[in-house]
């Protein structure tokens, strides 16, 4: 699949920076794990579409997005070049702690010509964002996730977190200790998964 059948509803511009994404992903992969190798032959049905479906859960409202544990940019990358088209006002930050994966990072931000932040520093480390949207895809179990992510939100804030066919099983985990509204959605890529939309976030 190619950016312009992935991504009709999107301008050129947002598609050829979607293109510049996922070929400096596929270069820098060969020196670090940015994705499995298995996955490079499905970036745009896997990966680029997983973020899309992030970007589009989040609420129209919103001034602040907050990606941790970037990694190789998903969601946080899609979701600063689309957001670069379609809110462009949106202040996008992404912290991920391994040099190489934030140098990378910064290296599709200049690239792509965002206007993105690259924090390269530990989650718990960094300075309490008090983010409007706050998402991560495959960092943690759900319990640990919130314990990263709360503290970088606020009380309006939501939580979007893609998460695999044990979802369930994570919600009830995660409720032993906090307490939130979860939204569960069906992945339309695979129907198994879901992206949880998590609101009302409170540690008990």
Not at 137 to 149: E, I, S, W
Not at 170 to 176: S, T
């Amino acid at each position: 699949m190619t950016s312009r059948a992935l991504a009709t509803d999107v301008s050129r511009e947002t598609q050829d920076r979607l293109s510049t994404f996922v070929k400096l992903l596929k270069t820098w992969n060969q020196a670090i794990n940015l994705v499995a190798r298995t996955d490079e032959h499905d970036l745009w049905t896997r990966h680029v579409a997983d973020s899309l479906q992030v970007f589009e859960l989040s609420p129209e409202t919103k001034q602040s997005w907050l990606d941790l544990g970037s990694g190789g940019g998903f969601p946080g990358l899609v979701v600063a070049i689309v957001a670069a088209e379609k809110q462009p006002d949106l202040s996008v930050t992404l912290i991920e702690s391994d040099a190489r994966k934030s140098a990378f990072l910064r290296t599709v931000v200049r690239e792509a010509g965002l206007k993105t932040t690259v924090l390269p520093t530990r989650i718990e480390r960094a300075s309490p964002q008090g983010a409007d949207v706050i998402s991560a895809r495959a960092l943690a179990a759900l319990t640990k996730l919130l314990g990263l992510a709360s503290r970088h939100g606020t009380p309006n804030t939501t939580y979007l977190f893609p998460k695999g066919e044990n979802w369930k099983k994570e919600i009830a985990e995660a409720q032993k200790t906090w307490r939130f509204n979860a939204e569960p959605i069906t992945s339309r890529t695979n129907e198994n998964a879901v992206i949880l939309r998590l609101k009302e976030v409170i540690h008990v």
